[in-house]
């Protein structure tokens, strides 16, 4: 089985800065890798994933991730965060159940605060 | 159309009652998921359906109890719930037997009283 760490639970950053995302995972022969975001009490929106090819994931909102093979880890990133980007943000990665069926295993989540 | 509908979207419940959650998509998703959330925690797994056949239960209580009439809908029944059952519930779809993304509902929050 797999796992995910979030390496961060809150990141509080200004409005128009730079932010980073930090997860790492279990290695695995392939890995599958999500980023959802959560805004108060609603669902989870898929932003990016990663399934192969290219490194470099771009998602909606202006997020983009880059896998790192070798440092087992998926970190999200955005150049220029709005207030309307604060939400909890929650990596995940895809695996197998033991049989034929493929869950999602999420880490604990990142509640991202962007303040004005 | 890549929207998974949750009826209802708030459930206020005694603990000798009975209620269902509804879910819906229609995607052609031949998965469907359960998950529950408690605040400010990630969602945790409590049933898989692929095909329409239950294929996970994480150990769920009885008091859950899922079921899967077609391809297109997933409910969960509640019978005899306790006040800390008392949650954020998701469904979600994707396609089976395949490590593609899954859709989220906008869950329905439960409260036990």
């Known amino acids: 089985a797999q796992s995910v760490t979030q390496l961060d639970s809150q990141v509080p950053v200004f409005e128009e800065a730079p932010v980073e995302l930090r997860c790492n995972y279990s290695?695995?022969?392939?890995?599958?890798l999500f980023w959802y975001v959560q805004y108060p009490n609603q669902g989870l929106q898929l932003l990016l994933k990663?399934?192969?090819?290219?490194?470099l994931v771009k998602g909606i909102n202006g997020f983009e991730a880059e896998f790192n093979k070798s440092q087992t880890s998926f970190h999200l990133r955005k150049p220029s965060v709005h207030i309307s980007d604060t939400a909890e943000y929650f990596c995940?990665?895809?695996?197998?159940?033991?049989?034929?069926?493929?869950?999602?295993?999420f880490g604990k989540g990142t509640l991202l605060t962007v303040n004005p | 159309d890549t929207e998974v509908t949750q009826t209802p979207k708030h459930l206020v419940m005694g603990m000798t009652n009975k209620k269902s959650l509804k879910c819906e998509q229609h995607?052609?998703?031949?998965?469907m998921y359960w998950y529950k959330q408690k605040a400010k925690k990630p969602p945790e797994l409590m049933f898989v359906?692929?095909?329409?056949?239950?294929?996970i239960n994480e150990s769920v209580p009885s008091r859950f109890s899922p079921e899967c009439p077609n391809s297109s809908l997933l409910n969960l029944h509640l019978h005899a719930l306790q006040p800390e059952d008392s949650a954020l519930y998701l469904c979600?779809?994707?396609?089976?037997?395949?490590?593609?993304?899954?859709?989220f509902g906008q869950g329905t929050r439960l409260t036990v009283v």
């Open positions: 979600a779809s994707s396609r089976a037997q395949q490590r593609t993304e899954a859709f």
């Open positions: 290695s695995s022969v392939s890995v599958y």
């Open positions: 995607m052609g998703h031949r998965a």
């Open positions: 990663y399934l192969s090819g290219s490194t």
């Open positions: 359906y692929s095909y329409e056949k239950l294929s």
């Open positions: 995940a990665v895809s695996d197998l159940d033991g049989g034929s069926n493929y869950k999602l295993t």
